[in-house]
């Protein structure tokens, strides 16, 4: 099972929106709602922000959102902060019952 | 307090074994799901592998690249999951997290982590 594939980086200045991609097959993101995101701060436990696509955990700011099109799923934060400054991954559950995370997407606010 | 705390990181010798364990708290222990995810230096977040709780039959499932080297245990008296990884690799070298799966949300979303436990392989 091949990693998902996500943009390495990203950027976006504050106040704006940013979108991160997440591009799977069908045997992952094309059959199953089963999408995560997580947020990782260097150094600390990567964060749920995101799951079944676009379902936010009770905390998480409605700054986040996400989609879903055929075998891409999508982040997206609005109005950047600072504090959004991180890395981000997907994930998805797959036909073979494990799961796959993407390559994880460094947002860079400037 | 939700917690996991992950123990038994070190340095490892190439072709050597070592178990990592998580120990977990604030939650029921018994009805999670428990997976394991690695970063290795510079890297991404690779999921290992997970066992199902005792309800879903106890099964363990595992990522290609490492399968037939680790096993992932579970021991619900002592609310405790294991990472045994076996003819240990440089590539093994990573941050080994434990995460219940599926747990406050199912759609398997990795909802609760440990810090995690360091593992270097080199000689």
């Known amino acids: 099972q091949s990693a998902l594939t996500q943009p390495a980086s990203v950027s976006g200045s504050p106040g704006q929106s940013i979108t991160i991609s997440c591009t799977g097959t069908?045997?992952?993101?094309?059959?199953?709602?089963?999408v995560s995101w997580y947020q990782h701060h260097p150094g600390k436990a990567p964060k749920l922000i995101l799951y079944?696509?676009?379902n936010r955990p009770s905390g998480v700011s409605n700054r986040f959102s996400g989609s879903k099109s055929g075998n891409t799923a999508s982040l997206t934060i609005s109005g950047l902060q600072a504090d959004d400054e991180a890395d981000y991954y997907c994930?998805?559950?797959?036909?073979?019952?494990?799961?796959?995370f993407g390559g994880g997407a460094k947002l860079t606010v400037l | 307090e939700v917690q996991l705390v992950e123990s038994g990181g070190g340095l490892i010798m190439p072709g050597g074994s070592l178990r990592l364990s998580c120990a977990a708290s604030?939650?029921?222990?018994?009805?999670?799901?428990m997976a394991w995810v690695r970063q290795g230096p510079g890297k991404g977040l690779e999921w290992v592998g997970r066992?199902?709780?005792?309800?879903?039959?106890?099964?363990?499932d595992y990522a290609a690249p490492v399968k037939g080297r680790i096993v992932i245990s579970r021991d619900d008296s002592r609310n405790a999951v294991y990472l045994q990884i076996n003819d240990l690799k440089v590539e093994d070298t990573a941050l080994y997290y434990c995460?219940?799966?599926?747990?406050?949300?199912?759609?398997?979303?990795?909802?609760?982590w440990g810090q995690g436990a360091m593992v270097t392989v080199a000689s």
């Open positions: 995460a219940t799966e599926g747990y406050s949300f199912g759609y398997h979303a990795l909802d609760i």
């Open positions: 994930s998805s559950y797959t036909i073979s019952s494990t799961v796959v």
């Open positions: 066992i199902k709780s005792k309800t879903h039959g106890g099964t363990t």
């Open positions: 604030g939650f029921t222990f018994t009805n999670a799901w």
């Open positions: 079944a696509v676009s």
């Open positions: 069908s045997g992952d993101i094309g059959t199953y709602n089963y």
